[in-house]
């Protein structure tokens, strides 16, 4: 239909007027018209302010948004608003600073002011269908002006889907970044890539999801808008990071209340007494004053965001923010010290704190250990005794092909580690012999330095040579002691432990599905783990002489391991390659042929997670501690009463044997 103008004869308008009398017209030509009106001069967080309204099934502070709330997402926010000449948003943050309910902001000011093709991508196709049902329905069910402009989902109406809103003027996508599919699926005007650096490194081996997303949106030019947002990870590894470093790097600076200096907030500024984090206040750079918490509402009210670079693009601006930002009633500086005080002793732990909390990469050192430093710093003790301080044992076994090469390893409190055993079993898996000689260490006791008896807890048995005569093996053996693992590299993985998964076996010519339960090990993490432990500072004779102890997760080497050992255990680096794309990524590879030692070393640390190490409370821990010193209290039948984590079984010599019962 074409709009009369002005020169019209008299009869086309009255044309056109009869024209308008079949239904429908009036809802097309105000269609045609709205298509014809320019962008809303309308900032993201004014259509929040006015517009969107919080649920209690999205937000723990239901009712009507405020961006006063958290003052810096307004420049962000206004960033993505039309008006603005931003092309690209870097967000790099710290967990639960408001940044996906400003994401959702910006989809419903797009939905009612500046309609057009959106893609909103996260890490996974699963994630992205919670994330519909969680955050973007209540979204649009819960305020108005949204509702009604996004159809009804109905059974046979494909407008409104789990990952599919169509609007007057748009559509909003939403997919996962291991989808190739769902990110060339259409052009987009608007794309959402939320928490970047948990997307795979290639989504079905077409190349890294961010560029293939942000592809998409190149036929808009200047009109395109793209949010990149996420909590770092790893330091050279970390999308998040390369775009933040390439962007201008704002930071939200704030002003102290007593001399009124700006600066923007560091942890290493927030001071309390040892044992009072609720006496943490932050100290001024400039007056050195304490800035007390309850200064933070000003603080953040007077805030700005300012530059620290140029940007190598113009039309891209990086943002950083750490939880110290956090407002009141959501993270305290009290809990971020609790968390950094609990954080201590666990590297996993302090990596997960500066990701999630402080917004910064964590750094893998994987530079090899000079093994004849390792050789000079050998403790005295005799093969097969427990030190002091070892609490349990695993196993790591490295099954070879004419023979299966086996370290067992004590561990205490804070990952500490001793190498109480170096055991090699001739024969490969094709010898019966082999295998029963593995059976008998199942059942091995180990003396502990006070006298007490241990056996394995754990013994974790690689599958990656001879699957089937593995499976077979720990399939007689049960669940209890025996857990078959499969290492995989790469840093990203939720946890370095995962499983297990029922894998199919064949044993004596039957095939038996889900016959056997594997665990997946993130070698790449246990690795860099151990180098950093072997890399601990260590007291002096003199310190130790004065009660100085070891720090927490200090490798304890006896003097009767060989050099060959030593060499086996550095026997890899990190380094980081260059992918075909360009893309940077960390690589553990060889400085030697022979790493049996640094496997098996992966192997029973990765079955001390399994046994919960990792998760133990302090009353499990000094419930070891008691079993082991002898103060635990029997029932009369063998079983340890305390917590019934360890069992233990009386011995004829008069010694305590304790043996684990750790998944019972």
């Known amino acids: 239909m074409s709009v009369p103008n002005s020169t019209a004869s008299p009869r086309s308008a009255s044309t056109f007027a009869e024209s308008e009398i079949f239904e429908g017209a009036d809802q097309l030509l105000r269609s045609w018209r709205r298509g014809l009106r320019p962008d809303a001069d309308l900032t993201v967080s004014e259509w929040a302010d006015a517009h969107r309204m919080l649920g209690s099934r999205a937000s723990a502070e239901p009712g009507r948004y405020r961006t006063a709330r958290t003052p810096y997402m307004r420049e962000i926010m206004d960033a993505l608003s039309p008006g603005s000449a931003v092309q690209r948003i870097v967000f790099m943050k710290a967990a639960q600073v408001g940044a996906t309910e400003a994401g959702n902001n910006w989809i419903g000011f797009a939905i009612h002011h500046a309609p057009g093709p959106m893609l909103a991508v ?15 329905d209540p979204l649009i069910e819960e305020s108005p002006e949204l509702r009604d402009r996004v159809k009804p989902a109905r059974s046979r109406d494909a407008g409104n889907t789990m990952l599919s809103k169509e609007f007057a003027g748009g559509i909003l996508i939403m997919t996962g ?45 200047h009109r395109r808008k793209v949010f990149l947002v996420s909590t770092p990870t790893i330091r050279g590894l970390s999308r998040i990071e390369r775009e933040y470093e390439a962007s201008d790097q704002r930071r939200f600076f704030v002003p102290c209340p007593h001399c009124s200096q700006f600066q923007w907030l560091k942890f290493e500024r927030l001071r309390w007494e040892k044992g009072r984090p609720e006496a943490a206040a932050y100290h001024c750079e400039g007056c050195d004053r304490a800035i007390a918490e309850h200064h933070k509402t000003a603080l953040l009210e007077a805030g700005e965001w300012r530059a620290t670079a140029v940007a190598a693009d113009p039309g891209t601006v990086g943002y950083h923010l750490s939880a110290l930002y956090s407002p009141i009633g959501w993270l305290s500086w009290e809990r971020i010290v609790r968390a950094w005080e609990a954080a201590q002793g666990s590297d996993e732990s302090i990596r997960a704190f500066k990701n999630t909390i402080l917004g910064e990469t964590w750094v893998e050192t994987g530079e090899a250990p000079d093994w004849s430093r390792l050789y000079d710093r050998r403790e005295t003790w005799k093969p097969g005794i427990v030190p002091a301080g070892g609490l349990f044992l695993t196993a790591g076994a490295d099954v070879q092909k004419d023979r299966i090469e086996v370290d067992v390893w004590a561990w205490g409190r804070g990952g500490t580690s001793w190498l109480v055993d170096h055991i ?20 091995r006791t180990w003396i502990h330095q006070n006298g007490a008896q241990l056996r394995l807890a754990k013994l974790a048995i690689d599958t990656g040579y001879e699957a089937p005569a593995v499976y077979g093996w720990s399939r007689r053996q049960g669940l209890a002691q025996v857990a078959p693992v499969k290492g995989v590299e790469g840093f990203n993985r939720s946890s370095p432990v995962s499983g297990p998964t029922y894998v199919d076996v064949t044993d004596a010519g039957k095939r038996l599905r889900r ?6 090990v993130a070698v790449s993490t246990f690795k860099a783990e151990t180098y950093r432990h072997l890399g601990l500072p260590r007291p002096t004779k003199e310190e130790l002489a004065e009660g100085v102890m070891f720090p927490p997760g200090t490798v304890h080497l006896p003097d009767w391991v060989e050099s060959e050992w030593l060499k086996q255990l550095v026997a890899e680096e990190l380094v980081t390659v260059r992918t075909k794309r360009g893309f940077a990524r960390l690589e553990w590879q060889k400085l030697r042929e022979r790493n049996e030692a640094l496997d098996c070393r992966v192997y029973a640390r990765a079955a001390a997670w399994i046994v919960g190490a990792d998760r133990w409370s302090e009353a499990r821990w000094v419930d070891l501690e008691a079993q082991v010193a002898g103060d635990g209290k029997t029932d009369g039948g063998g079983e340890i009463a305390a917590a019934g984590s360890i069992r233990a079984v009386r011995s004829p010599a008069r010694r305590r044997s304790v043996a684990s019962n750790y998944m019972r």
């Not at 196709?125 to 519909?132: C, G, P, T, Y």
């Not at 060339?184 to 490194?201: C, G, M, N, Q, W």
């Not at 016959?515 to 997946?520: D, E, F, K, N, S």
């Open 177 to 221: 970044a291991n989808s190739a599919v769902g990110l060339r699926s259409t052009p987009a005007r608007y794309i959402f890539l939320d928490e970047v650096d948990a997307y795979p490194a290639s989504a079905d081996e077409e190349g890294d999801p961010v560029s293939l997303a942000e592809a998409r949106s190149l036929t808009f030019a």
């Open 515 to 520: 016959g056997a339960r594997l665990w997946t």
């Open 122 to 136: 996260q890490p996974t196709v699963e994630l992205a269908k919670r994330n519909s049902r969680q955050r973007i």
């Open 424 to 443: 090699v079993i001739e024969g490969g898996p094709d010898h019966q012999g082999a295998w029963l000689e593995l059976t008998k260490l199942l059942d």
